[in-house]
Structures are given as C-alpha cells and as structure tokens.
C-alpha cells in the first residue's frame, strides 16, 4: 500500500469521531458516579419489581387526581361506576404508551401518562355555552340512559379533539422539524418552561397536603431522611442460600427505595390513627376513607378504542387541544438532555428527541381514540423520582409499563394503591415538584447570570405567565373579541403558563441581542450534541468497514438491516439518520 494511500486511511479512521466505541465507555464518559442503575443497566428482576412499583406509585396520584376534575365537568354522576372505567383506561393507555417510548421511542426511561397541560384547555372546552351542563334540578330528573349519553357525547367531542390536534406532534417528529427547532430552544427556553411546570402544581400540592399537615409533614421529613440523610446507610438483610444456609448481606435499602418506603410507613401510621380513632371517621387521612372504591371497581375490564362511542371533531376543541399539545411538546425536549445526565446516558441525538415527539403524539392519539378524556406527556413526577433514587434503569420503566397495563385490566389492583391517604400524596408532591422546578433552574449554570439582559429574560418569562394564568382564571371571561371560537383559544393559550413562560422565553432570547457564550449557547450545544448518526467522510475514496457497536439510542432489533439499508440514512428518526 503506498504511503498516500496509508495517510488517508488514517485521515478517514480519525473522522470517525462519533462512532461509539463500545456500549459501556460511551455511557461510563457521562456516568455520574452517585447513579446506582444507569440507563442501560439491568437489576435483579426482583429489584426491578420493587422499583417500578415505586414510579408506578409515583404516578398513580396524579393520573387518579384528572378524572376526578375531568368527570364533574363531563356532567358524570358521582356514583357513576364508569368513574374508575375512565381511570383504569388512563393508566391502560399511560402504560401502553410508555412501553413504546422505552422501546422505540427516545428510549429514555420516561413515563409517559395523563397531564394537567391538557386539562386547562379541555375545561375551557367544556365551558362553552353548548357543552355547559344543565341545571342540577334538570340532572337529577333525567334516566341513567339519558344522564350516561349526556357526558359521553361530551367525551367523544374531547377524544376527538385530543387525537386530532395529536397529529402536530406525530408530524414535526417523525418529520424531523423538532431537530430544526432546537436550534431556538435555548436555555433561557428551558428554564421557565420546566420550572412553571411545578410552580404551577403547587396548589394541587397544597389542597392534597392541606387535607392533614402534620402527615403531610411527616412525608416530606421522611421522605427527605430516607433519599438525602440515609441514602449511604447500608440496612441488614437476611437470605438464604442452597448449600451456604442463612446469611446477612447489607442492602442499600434506602438509596433504592426512599418514596416506597416513605409511603409504607406513613400509610402504615395513617392506619393506626385510623383504627385508634384518632381522626375523624371519614377523614382524608384515615386509611379507610376511600374503601369504597375497591367494592365498586370491577375485576376484570378490557378498555378498547371508541368504548364510549366514535369521536367527534369540531375546528374550536382541536384549536384549544392544540394550546395542551404545544406545552407538551416544548416541556418533553426539555426533560429530554435533563433526564439523559440523571440516568448516565449520553446526551439525546436528533433521531431520538424526533422519535420521542413522534411517539408522544402518536401516544395522544391512541389515548384520544381510546376515550381517556387527555393526552400523553412525559411525567414529570417519575423524573423526579430517578432523581431521588438514582435509579435510571430502562428496564424498571418497561417493568412499570406491565403493572399499568395488569392494573388497567384488573381493576382492583389499581383501586389498591388508589387509596392512599390524600396527604401522603401531597407530602410527596412536595418533594417532586420542587424536584422538577430544581431541574428547570439548573439549566441556568450555563448562562451569565451576571448579564442584565439575561435577568430580564429570565424574570419577565417566570413572573409574567404565573400572573396571567392567575388573571385569567380569576376572569375567564375577560378575552371578548366576537367570536365564541377564537375567545376559548386565546383564553386557552394564554392561560398556559409553561406555553406563555417558554414561548416568551425563547422569543426575547432569539431578538435581543446578546453573544453566544453569555446566552449559554456555547455550554448547551456541548450539552446536548446533536449528533445525527455515525459520520464518514463523503470526500474520502476510501471505505473502511468499521464493525457496528451498539448505542443506547439505537432500536432493540433490526439495526443490522437499518444499516445495509442505505435510504433509512435520510428518515429523520432513522438510528441511522445523517442531517446532510
């Protein structure tokens, strides 16, 4: 071989720089030593049982709390047993969902389940002059038939306003435009958008830990000793082994663990004053309050496309659909680099934040068809849980996804865990949702907070949407351009507060002037590396046959056949995608 020729094969060997080396080292450069499961890690399956109860606990409360907003606004009787048929179709459809993200999607360990983002424009829907209920007198007469097709035809207007505003996202992921956008979505986007996210939450927090302080308290005190104060306490166990008999083995219960545990004891606590009558009977606190739900909910209940009849669809619900679709998307790419770092993965590619979009969407459409009355987004509570525990295994949420589902079929085993004394709950809101407004505000390590301009920014687009959303709600009337459409969507839009906080964010950051390195450009662009795939030199007329080495991003299967299919290289969400 000639001398030139020897030069430019070691010139295309080092232009190979983003080909992975091997599973292990490109997850280890960005591995966080505190981490206990990575992404890519695989605990015991008893572990993982253990754990996926954890975040299945963690998203139960707030996918419990949606219908029990959304059905009086649907004109539901209170005795209604299609009350629980609503909520085990959420968590049917959350864990359904889910399980295509951690697989096919972005591949991330996110949960993917109902959201408050959808229910500020599905009430404003619902407030509408034709779909306002009639009077309770009127209600009251009216036969359980009449009384049922009442809020069903009210569901279906909503379930086809969920699937169609959906295909926004389905289109600017699987189309690639999300990967264009990034290019505006800067940290002073970030910032305000994942942090109003628990700002905005703190009421239900407080209505939920206001039921009783004090076991609220106690939560947020036990909770915060377990995942913080003892996180390196190793805890005795004992197990047995064929041959080697019984043995201690100290165990890291409570890094593992925190909020299982925290929930156990508190509900274990919550039963003693229950049985010594030291709260009142029919106090949220008590363990026996909501009892009754178990006997009312079925054993076995498939949920299925159109259960409640075919969706409707009508140009003002896909308009205000589209203001809960919009925040959803602006709030998962922000979770998505956020939550890569948490569980030692390397930072997202484009394919796979296009790929996340896309499922998200196609996820909101199926739980729209399905007649769960909202839509998917990534759950910011189970964020916070891999950064309380530490834990980011994949296969914890996959093993999640499979008690959603078994619970959406078995109905009583949800009703189980629904039960939870209300201030426990809120004890543990407190904990996450200040989580998610850390997270938010971490992004603010990569721009000068000594800069004016980016204190401008950053207060206007924090302060500025919690007073709007307040004023509207206070007056949702106050919008009166004429027509009854466009009023709902404005009122819709502007009563986001993670839209209007991130939108207006990114605008001021995008037109006032400011350089790169003090709007934190610089540091973010290394911070996500948007790579688009394994890059050659097109130049170079020599073709090195580099053996292919797995990557966390990549699909599960079928990767041999992507790459020897040169096209798949031009489909946005392709793991062989290359932005040419």
Aim: net charge neutral; with cysteine; aromatic share 10%.
């Amino acid at each position: 071989m000639s001398e030139n020729r020897i030069q430019m094969l070691e010139m295309n060997i080092e232009n190979l720089t983003d080909i992975p080396i091997s599973k292990k080292t490109t997850n280890d450069t960005n591995r966080n030593p505190e981490i206990t499961y990575g992404i890519d890690d695989v605990p015991p399956w008893y572990l993982c049982l253990f754990m996926a109860l954890q975040h299945y606990l963690t998203m139960i409360g707030a996918i419990v709390s949606i219908p029990f907003i959304l059905t009086p606004a649907l004109c539901m009787a209170e005795d209604d047993p299609a009350r629980s048929h609503i909520i085990s179709t959420m968590i049917f459809v959350t864990g359904l969902v889910t399980f295509l993200q951690t697989t096919i999607g972005c591949r991330l360990p996110l949960v993917q389940g109902g959201t408050i983002s959808f229910l500020v424009p599905t009430l404003a829907i619902l407030n509408l002059p034709q779909w306002q209920c009639p009077a309770p007198e009127i209600l009251d007469q009216m036969s359980h038939e009449n009384r049922t097709e009442l809020w069903q035809i009210r569901m279906r207007e909503l379930s086809g306003a969920i699937a169609v505003s959906a295909l926004f996202q389905v289109i600017v992921g699987f189309g690639g435009i999300i990967g264009y956008l990034l290019k505006f979505i800067t940290p002073l986007t970030i910032v305000p958008t994942v942090s109003l996210v628990g700002l905005s939450l703190f009421e239900n927090a407080a209505e939920a830990a206001s039921q009783h302080w004090g076991i609220a308290a106690g939560t947020i005190i036990l909770l915060t000793t377990c995942s913080q104060i003892m996180v390196n306490v190793p805890f005795p166990l004992v197990t047995y082994r064929k041959g080697q008999g019984l043995r201690v083995i100290w165990f890291e219960l409570f890094k593992l663990f925190p909020v299982l545990l925290t929930i156990i004891i508190m509900w274990i606590i919550c039963t003693i004053l229950t049985v010594t009558d030291a709260l009142p009977f029919g106090h949220p606190a008590r363990s026996d309050s909501k009892l009754k739900i178990i006997s009312d909910s079925p054993w076995f209940r498939v949920p299925y496309p159109g259960q409640w009849g075919v969706p409707t669809v009508t140009l003002s619900g896909v308009l205000g659909m589209l203001a809960g679709v919009l925040a959803c998307t602006v709030e998962s790419i922000s979770y998505y680099p956020t939550t890569a770092r948490m569980c030692g993965a390397p930072p997202p590619p484009i394919h796979a934040i296009n790929r996340g979009i896309g499922i998200e969407g196609f996820g909101t459409m199926l739980a729209g068809l399905w007649g769960s009355g909202n839509g998917t987004n990534t759950f910011g509570e189970n964020v916070g849980t891999i950064g309380v525990t530490k834990v980011g295994s994949r296969r914890v949420i996959q093993w999640a996804c499979f008690l959603m589902i078994l619970q959406g079929v078995i109905s009583k085993f949800g009703a189980v865990f629904i039960i939870i004394p209300e201030p426990i709950v809120g004890g543990i809101f407190c904990v996450m949702f200040g989580m998610i407004c850390a997270f938010g505000l971490s992004a603010l390590q990569y721009i000068n907070l000594n800069s004016p301009r980016n204190l401008f920014i950053l207060g206007l687009s924090m302060f500025f949407p919690l007073v709007l959303s307040k004023w509207l709600i206070k007056f949702p009337d106050a919008i009166q351009t004429g027509n009854a459409i466009v009023d709902s969507v404005f009122t819709v839009l502007l009563s986001t507060t993670i839209l209007v906080g991130g939108a207006l964010g990114c605008f001021l950051d995008n037109i006032i002037p400011g350089n790169a390195k003090d709007r934190g450009l610089e540091a973010w662009a290394k911070e996500m590396e948007l790579t688009t795939g394994r890059a050659a030199d097109k130049k170079a007329d020599v073709v090195i046959d580099t053996e292919y080495v797995w990557n966390t991003f990549d699909f599960p299967f079928g990767m041999s056949l992507l790459r020897r299919w040169k096209w798949t290289s031009y489909i946005p969400f392709s793991p062989t995608y290359k932005k040419w």
